[in-house]
């Protein structure tokens, strides 16, 4: 399969919680490739949290660090990249999106709540009515998350294996052929 990409990342999208982090990590060890988690590269680099980034430096400030890793990272090849939820919002974004293939991960907004019940580390679910947040914010981004090259459905009963297994079955549907397969 490695060889079937060619070097050419692959960049996970979708909103908080659906397993970007964990089913791109074994992504990475199936392809043979490096793993990049956005979100954590900003939080090493600014020795805080997402939570004080936002607090202290509102998310502005944050979606622009985030666009400023996601522009160093899309200089490598052979990698896994998982996104924070809110990359598609940037326009400038997409240009280095497009650089590799776009998996997105989409889930019911149930299962993202259940899977986040107990976690505190994503500020914008820090809210009176998390359901209703996360339910606006995905009206709002799934025109964007619809961009994407392929788009998986996880289910609420699969492992993390089981979604990447059926990303790595569905790559090969999405990848372009090469131009000598097209004139022969
Ligand atoms: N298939 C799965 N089954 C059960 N729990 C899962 C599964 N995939 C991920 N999780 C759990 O759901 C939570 C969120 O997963 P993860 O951090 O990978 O999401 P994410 O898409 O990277 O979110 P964010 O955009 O906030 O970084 C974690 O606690 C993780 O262990
Ligand atoms: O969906 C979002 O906007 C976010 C998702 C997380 O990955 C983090 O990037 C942050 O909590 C914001
Ligand atoms: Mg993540």
Same mark, same amino acid.
């Given at each position: ?18 397993? @970007? ?27 805080? !949290? ?5 607090a202290d @430096? ?5 979606? /622009? ?10 200089a490598?090849? @052979? ?22 293939l ?10 993202? =709540?259940?899977? =986040? ?16 947040k996360?339910?606006?914010l995905?009206? /709002?981004?799934?025109?964007?998350? !619809? ?7 996880? /289910? ?23 131009? !000598? /397969?097209?004139?022969?």
């Amino acid at each position: 399969m490695s060889s079937l990409l060619k070097g050419v990342n692959l960049y996970l999208i979708g909103m908080m919680g659906v397993g @970007k982090t964990t089913v791109g990590r074994l992504l990475a060890q199936q392809l043979g490739y490096g793993f990049v988690d956005t979100d954590n590269v900003i939080v090493q680099a600014a020795g805080k !949290s997402i939570n004080e980034l936002f607090a202290d @430096k509102g998310e502005a400030a944050f979606r /622009q660090l985030e666009s400023d890793v996601l522009a160093q990272v899309c200089a490598f090849t @052979k990698l896994t990249i998982a996104t924070g939820g809110g990359i598609v919002l940037k326009r400038e974004n997409w240009g280095y999106l497009h650089h590799g293939l776009i998996v997105w991960l989409d889930a019911p907004v149930e299962l993202i =709540l259940a899977r =986040l019940a107990e976690d505190t580390t994503r500020p914008l679910l820090q809210d009176t009515d998390p359901q209703d947040k996360l339910r606006s914010l995905l009206e /709002q981004r799934k025109p964007l998350y !619809s961009q994407a090259d392929l788009r998986i459905t996880v /289910q609420a009963e699969e492992t993390p294996e089981q979604t990447a297994a059926r990303i790595m079955e569905a790559i090969p549907t999405v990848l372009k052929p090469e131009v !000598s /397969q097209v004139h022969n």
